[in-house]
């Protein structure tokens, strides 16, 4: 598997997932509305006051976040470059092993992330 069929087949999903969000965000607006409540049709705009207030709660430190998924996204390259020098399958191109192991230490990156700012938000 090469990177041109990696990066294919990511943006398949991505504009799968970004049609169904679509296509069930207008569904739900055109039931809201059809029932009469025209006031509340603009729950859900990506840009209302409780998403804002969601984003602000949980994206104070984006500093933190990046710092943390960069960290580990370098600590996942140095894996892979041990784990090169001992076993040469994780070299070659034809294996996905590599994409798998950087994006699990980036996303464990993330998931820190995430349990810090859960923490910070329970205070």
Same mark, same amino acid.
């Given at each position: 598997?090469?990177?041109?069929?990696?990066?294919?087949?990511?943006?398949?999903?991505? &504009? !799968?997932?970004?049609?169904?969000?679509?296509? &069930? =965000? #207008?569904?739900?607006?055109?039931?809201?509305?059809?029932?009469? #409540?025209?006031?509340?049709? @603009?729950?859900?705009?990506?840009? &209302?006051?409780?998403?804002?207030?969601?984003?602000?709660?949980?994206?104070?430190?984006?500093?933190?976040?990046?710092?943390?998924?960069?960290?580990?996204?370098?600590?996942?390259? !140095?894996?892979?470059?041990?784990?090169?020098?001992?076993?040469?399958?994780?070299?070659?191109?034809? &294996?996905?092993?590599?994409?798998? !192991?950087?994006?699990?230490?980036?996303?464990?990156?993330?998931?820190?992330?995430?349990?810090?700012? =859960?923490?910070?938000?329970? @205070?």
């Amino acid at each position: 598997m090469n990177i041109g069929e990696l990066l294919m087949a990511a943006v398949v999903f991505f &504009s !799968i997932i970004t049609f169904v969000k679509i296509l &069930s =965000s #207008h569904f739900l607006k055109r039931k809201i509305i059809k029932t009469g #409540h025209f006031d509340r049709a @603009e729950i859900l705009d990506q840009n &209302s006051e409780i998403e804002v207030k969601k984003q602000v709660q949980y994206d104070q430190y984006p500093a933190l976040k990046w710092g943390l998924v960069a960290f580990f996204g370098g600590l996942g390259f !140095i894996v892979l470059e041990l784990l090169g020098t001992q076993y040469p399958q994780f070299t070659e191109y034809r &294996s996905a092993m590599p994409y798998g !192991i950087f994006f699990v230490f980036t996303s464990l990156g993330f998931l820190l992330y995430y349990v810090i700012m =859960s923490k910070k938000a329970k @205070e």
